[in-house]
């Protein structure tokens, strides 16, 4: 466990506005390595444009930083430093993917691990899968609490630290030690998913 290493991405986005795109405006990265967390975040441009009225996180507090941000294609030489050649591992990945598809199509990052694909497959009768919800219910959140203090879920590098502190978490299970890759990358959701028929 100590010798793998990956990065943890999360993205926040705009939400879905008619008319507009969903846009990421804040990375964080929480990078697995020797043993020690490295941290990196920026905030990214998105203009001037509205965001969905349910959007999370702390957007409208920081709209000037935004405006003046770069784009994640500007941040791709530090991105790629952090990424590249590694697994990457998101909550949701689906959302991580996308925001990279679409600023830099022609880069490959990954594989993906998704740590709510693994908590389904895990924990199928849990009621709720949600980062916040895992780290409560598996006592995880005052570990990121102290890795990262004042901040709190919905922002990006809080998030992100979140999902690698599950991961490490789930990897040190007894029925976990020593998965493959590919298992980790594809988990079984077969449970999950009959117990919501």
């Keep these: 466990m100590e010798n793998f290493v990956f990065a943890a991405i999360d993205f926040e986005t705009t939400g879905s506005v008619a008319g507009y795109p969903v846009e990421p405006w804040q990375i964080g990265v929480a990078r697995w390595e ?25 957007h409208e507090a920081v709209r000037d930083e935004l405006a003046g941000a770069p784009r994640l294609d500007a941040l791709l030489p530090e991105v790629r430093d952090l990424c590249a050649g590694i697994p990457l591992v998101a909550h949701n990945a689906a959302t991580e993917q996308k925001c990279f598809r679409d600023a830099v199509p022609m880069e490959r990052f990954g ?27 598996h006592g995880l959140r005052e570990q990121v609490a ?3 203090p004042g901040r709190e879920e ?19 299970l007894p029925v976990c030690r020593g998965l493959s890759l590919d298992v980790l990358v594809n988990p079984d959701l077969m449970a999950y998913y009959a117990r919501r028929r």
């Design 146 to 148: 102290e890795l990262l």
């Design 34 to 58: 020797s043993g020690a967390y490295r941290f990196w975040e920026h905030w990214l441009r998105v203009g001037e444009r509205p965001f969905h009225p349910r959007a999370p996180g702390r």
């Design 111 to 137: 594989p993906w691990i998704d740590t709510l694909k693994l908590s389904r497959a895990l924990w199928p009768d849990l009621r709720s899968h949600k980062l916040g919800d895992l780290l409560v219910t």
């Design 154 to 172: 919905h922002d990006a590098l809080f998030d992100a630290a979140g999902s690698a502190v599950l991961l490490r978490y789930i990897l040190d």
